[in-house]
């Protein structure tokens, strides 16, 4: 059973960073693509960022110069570089993963997810 376990979530002032990171653990058998998803109060969980194992990344129009995802494939660990963070980034911020995936997709479809992180970005 895949675990994904995320840490780095806080609070920022606009214009501030935050880094997250998600630590893989039970995968077998399969490619993953990962990724990170986030949601705000009332709001629907959206798409933020998508990596495969060749470090091919797709980004939400909203994150798009802000944020970085990144994955280190010996370590099962995927990283996600939050810059100039604006109020409207406030959110809890998901890991997730997608079994049997070769190329990122530009919305993830995951069959794990992470407990989720908290950042609140406040102005």
């Known amino acids: 059973q895949v675990q994904l376990v995320e840490s780095g979530g806080g609070s920022v002032q606009a214009g501030g960073s935050l880094r997250l990171s998600c630590k893989a653990s039970g995968y077998t058998g399969s490619t993953y693509c990962m990724g990170w998803f986030r949601q705000a109060p009332g709001m629907e969980r959206e798409g933020v960022a998508a990596i495969d194992s060749m470090h091919r990344a797709s980004y939400a129009d909203s994150v798009k110069g802000r944020f970085t995802i990144s994955q280190d494939n010996a370590k099962n660990t995927l990283a996600l570089q939050m810059n100039s963070l604006k109020p409207e980034d406030t959110a809890m911020y998901y890991c997730?993963?997608?079994?049997?995936?070769?190329?990122?997709?530009?919305?993830?479809?995951?069959?794990?997810w992470g407990q989720g992180t908290q950042v609140t970005v406040s102005s």
């Open positions: 997730a993963a997608e079994a049997w995936c070769t190329m990122v997709p530009s919305t993830l479809r995951p069959n794990y």
